[in-house]
């Protein structure tokens, strides 16, 4: 593992994604090397070539940021899109915490993805901000071997879901992202049944997510024996069958699909892409 400090120029971004105004990534490159990563096919240079092995800290993110927050409109922020917030180097350099140190007063709202159980360290900023927070929670399934697998840096499954548990009873709007999914490797009713039940236990609503074949995570299964290659029919028919099971539990459930065209649609609705 290494660890290059840079500079950067800019904190947010404008996010291609329709749920997020901006996307803010303090790290380029993540610890967590998970084999199915879209984000390295997104990332140049050295963290996207030894992606899990190298990660860039952009230390001087803090005071970029505080400029922008006084001249642009304030919108929900990404936190993260190509990287995770709360990997390993997040303990040393902090620089999540004080990227929402700065935003959340700033009156941003923060919409956080991780699979670390780190985002705990900022339950006492998530509580006093939980009007403008949500924290979702990546789990692809409870099967340690296959987490192991296929996200060998992240922390175990079940410490996630106990991450969940105590954000919800804080109060603090939960998610589970329930992705990616890929044929005959995570997407077994024993997969994902146990992931439904901490959703329904702990109120979070749940997006779900298909494997998108791409070449860098191609490789990266590929070099574990793992080739994920969704076949016709197969995610409408198995996102019907998980829905159908959110549905008898009660569990709010959307593909990643359905999120993005209601973005989409709310997004337009606000007028949002004229400030932007
Ligand atoms: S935690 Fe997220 S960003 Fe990091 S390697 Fe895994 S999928 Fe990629």
Redesign the pocket.
Same mark, same amino acid.
């Given at each position: 593992m290494r660890v290059v400090e840079i500079r950067t120029s800019r904190g947010l971004a404008r996010s291609g994604l329709p749920e997020y105004d901006y996307a803010l990534n303090p790290y380029l490159g993540?610890?967590?090397?998970?084999r199915?990563?879209?984000?390295?096919d997104f990332t140049r240079g050295e963290p996207g070539d030894l992606? @899990?092995e190298v990660v860039y800290v952009k230390v001087n993110l803090p005071e970029v940021l505080a400029r922008e927050v006084n001249a642009l409109r304030p919108g929900v922020v990404g936190i993260?899109t190509? !990287?995770?917030p709360y990997?390993p180097v997040e303990a040393k350099y902090r620089l999540t915490r004080r990227s929402l140190e700065i935003l959340l007063p700033a009156g941003f709202k923060a919409s956080i993805? !991780?699979?670390?159980t780190y985002v705990l360290k900022d339950m006492d900023l998530l509580f006093v901000y939980r009007d403008r927070v949500d924290v979702g929670v !990546?789990i692809t399934t409870f099967r340690e071997d296959v987490a192991r697998l296929l996200?060998p @840096?992240?922390p175990p499954p079940r410490a996630r879901a106990r991450a969940l548990h105590m954000l919800s009873e804080l109060g603090v709007r939960t998610w589970i992202f329930l992705g990616p999914l890929m044929p005959g490797v995570n997407d077994g009713e024993g997969d994902y049944g146990p992931i439904l039940d901490v959703a329904r236990k702990t109120g979070s609503e749940v997006t779900l997510d298909r494997y998108r074949p791409r070449p860098g995570a191609d490789s990266m299964l590929a070099a574990v024996g793992v080739e994920a290659r969704p076949g016709r029919g197969w995610w409408a028919e198995k996102s019907r069958e998980i829905k159908a099971k959110c549905a008898e539990l009660g569990v709010v459930c959307r593909t990643a699909e359905e999120e993005w065209r209601a973005a989409r649609e709310a997004r337009r609705g606000r007028g949002l892409d004229e400030f932007l």
């Open positions: 993540c610890l967590h090397g998970c199915y990563c879209y984000a390295r992606w @899990g993260s190509v !990287t995770d990997q993805q !991780t699979k670390s !990546t996200e @840096g992240a």
